[in-house]
């Protein structure tokens, strides 16, 4: 009896070993099929690749967006608090500069960490009831000219490709006449706005003749029948790629390759221009140079120094 009852015992230990063996097995493979991204591309337009890759691979993506008013930022600082515990695999950013800044605090894997798809412009948007192309102002830095005082509108300079674009000019003109320039933005009682989006919103309903903002964010509102444009390119435009990279020791490095190489994919870039999320899917060099030159590691060094002279300029 003692016998039976032992092998009994036995059987039904060794199942529930094998069930515990094929739950976690069955757990393990779960949780291999998802990847984790955080994303300043727009929801919208970022959903649809999302939804593509997930049926062509199996692999469930689950993205972290920013918010519209810290934009990428936000998310950056958020990878930096997760250095030494990462939560996320796939870093898809709608611009360059924090990125490189990623890169810098190793952040990102030291292979094949990151790359460029498509890019957009940091653009003068004007209202074309209000304002022609002829008497608009053609550079950033004719804005301060008093006959706009009160006329425009721009993101705060503190976050997203608004921050990047500051910081590009300052390197252009020098510490002193962007500081001067900032402060002539304020005393012109420009509109600091919570976000590109808002600034081109503001221009549509005529609360201001013109604005700051990105291409994309121009190109939805013609969508919607608003009567907008930007303004042609100078050497004061900054050309603003997408990126995306991997983020070092991610918790699922496997299907993070996945998505980063289906992202990266060209297709996928056209795809986006398609939907005016970017401007191009490729930036011809020719076209690169006739906006701003950034040296992106001066700007990187500069980075803290600059960010405080912006806090002292414009913050509420």
């Not at 039904?12 to 063996?21: H, N, T």
């Not at 779960?30 to 994303?39: C, H, I, M, N, W």
Request: hydrophobic share 40%.
């Amino acid at each position: 009896m003692n016998s039976r009852f032992s092998r009994f015992r036995a059987v039904v230990f060794l199942c529930l070993l094998g069930c515990i063996a094929l739950f976690w097995a069955g757990n393990c493979e779960a949780e291999g099929q998802r990847v984790v991204v955080y994303t300043s591309q727009d929801e919208v337009f970022a959903e649809p690749i999302f939804h593509e890759f997930e049926s062509e691979t199996g692999i469930q993506v689950l993205p972290v967006y920013d918010s519209e008013a810290v934009k990428t930022v936000g998310l950056v600082n958020r990878l930096m608090m997760e250095t030494n515990n990462p939560q996320c695999d796939v870093f898809w950013n709608n611009e360059e500069f924090r990125t490189r800044q990623l890169a810098a605090h190793h952040i990102l894997r030291e292979t094949n960490g990151w790359t460029h798809l498509g890019y957009r412009t940091r653009r003068i948007v004007i209202n074309t009831q209000l304002l022609s192309a002829t008497r608009a102002p053609r550079t950033f830095s004719d804005i301060t000219n008093t006959v706009w005082r009160g006329k425009a509108a721009l993101a705060y300079p503190l976050f997203g490709t608004t921050s990047t674009h500051f910081l590009a000019l300052r390197q252009k003109w020098g510490d002193a006449a962007w500081k001067k320039w900032c402060r002539a933005l304020v005393a012109n009682q420009a509109f600091l706005m919570d976000g590109n989006s808002v600034v081109v919103k503001q221009v549509s309903r005529g609360e201001v003749l013109f604005g700051f903002t990105d291409s994309d964010d121009i190109a939805g509102a013609q969508r919607e029948g608003f009567h907008v444009a930007p303004v042609p390119t100078t050497e004061e435009t900054l050309f603003v790629p997408n990126t995306v990279g991997v983020i070092r020791g991610c918790p699922h490095p496997e299907t993070a390759q996945r998505l980063f190489a289906f992202i990266s994919d060209p297709k996928v870039s056209q795809k986006l221009v398609e939907l005016h999320a970017l401007e191009g899917a490729t930036l011809d060099p020719a076209r690169a140079a006739t906006g701003l030159q950034v040296d992106w590691d001066a700007l990187l060094r500069d980075l803290g120094t600059a960010t405080e002279e912006m806090n002292q300029i414009f913050l509420r």
